[in-house]
Structure formats: C-alpha cells, structure tokens
C-alpha cells in the first residue's frame, strides 16, 4: 500500500517498561483498527535498577536525541507519514512526551500525557518550534504526580495554560 502510516511512540512510566507499557495500554489493538504503527521505545536503567525516561536532564543520557534516531529509522523502514508522528506516555512517559514537544517539535505533531505532567523547569525551558497540540489525561486523586503540582512539578492547570498560550 502507499499510504504513508501514522506512527505512534509510546513511552512507559518510571520503573515499568516496553512491554508492561503494551500490555498496560492495550493500543495494539487500536493500533490494527486505525491502521497505524505503535512503538513501544524501552527507557534507560537508572541506578537503582528502575527503567526511566530522562526528562529532567538528570543523567547525561540524550533520549530526546535516541527518539529523534529512534523516529528517523522508523521512516527509513516503513512509509511513515512524517507529518503525523506522536508521543504518549504514562507518568514519566507523559514527561518524556511534552519534553518531546518542547524540544522536537519538528518530528513530532501532538502529543498525549497521561497521568504525567511538566516540572516548572521544563515550562521554564520550553521554547517548541511549532505549536504542538496536547492531550492531559489526569486524576484529581493521583497520589504520585499531585493534579494541583509539588515541589517542583507544576500543577496540571499551569501545564494546560502553558500549552494554551504556545499553542494560541
């Protein structure tokens, strides 16, 4: 077929991996009836042990660099349509996703954060090269990533008016 594919990345929450993040959200099944391709990326090994997305800038580990080659060799192999490529992810994955709005705006045409959020650093560093609709899907009970922000993390309104003033 010709048709360029739509691609989807879905990232994994701290601690968890590829193929919990597979079974946890159940795209695949999606992925078939909408026609697109899904790639569960695997996250780096922190020093504990934990799989994670380097979405702070904590270790010298580029992932924004790692998706950006990961992406570029998906639409070498397959007939990708470059102007619809994604990022979703759960938790740090949703960190890892608007990371990926701030800085790789080019490749990628929205993203969608569950249950993740932006710390005010990353809003502070934000600076897209193009709007970037996102979605935030969030509980206002989740007892990790707080709805209404913590130290260092902003609330889910900050990071929604954030992306409301980027985007216009």
């Not at 959200?25 to 992925?31: C, K, P």
């Not at 490529?85 to 969608?112: P, Q």
């Not at 569950?114 to 989740?142: A, E, R």
Request: with cysteine.
């Amino acid at each position: 077929e010709n048709n360029p594919t739509p691609l989807v990345l879905n990232l994994h929450g701290y601690s968890s991996n590829a193929g919990q993040q597979m079974i946890y959200s159940e795209f695949y099944s999606i992925a078939d009836s909408e026609g697109f391709i899904l790639i569960h990326p695997e996250g780096t090994t922190d020093p504990n042990g934990f799989q994670f997305w380097n979405s702070e800038n904590l270790f010298p580990i580029d992932d924004v660099g790692f998706l950006s080659a990961l992406i570029d060799q998906i639409v070498l192999e397959y007939n990708i349509n470059t102007n619809r490529v994604y990022s979703m992810g759960m938790s740090n994955g949703g960190f890892m996703s608007y990371k990926l709005a701030c800085e790789l705006s080019d490749k990628i045409a929205a993203i969608a954060s569950v249950t993740g959020s932006m710390s005010t650093n990353q809003i502070t560093l934000c600076n897209p090269n193009s709007p970037t609709p996102v979605m935030q899907i969030h509980g206002t009970s989740d007892p990790t990533v707080l709805y209404d922000g913590s130290l260092g993390i902003a609330s889910i309104e900050n990071v929604i008016s954030f992306w409301i003033n980027i985007n216009n």
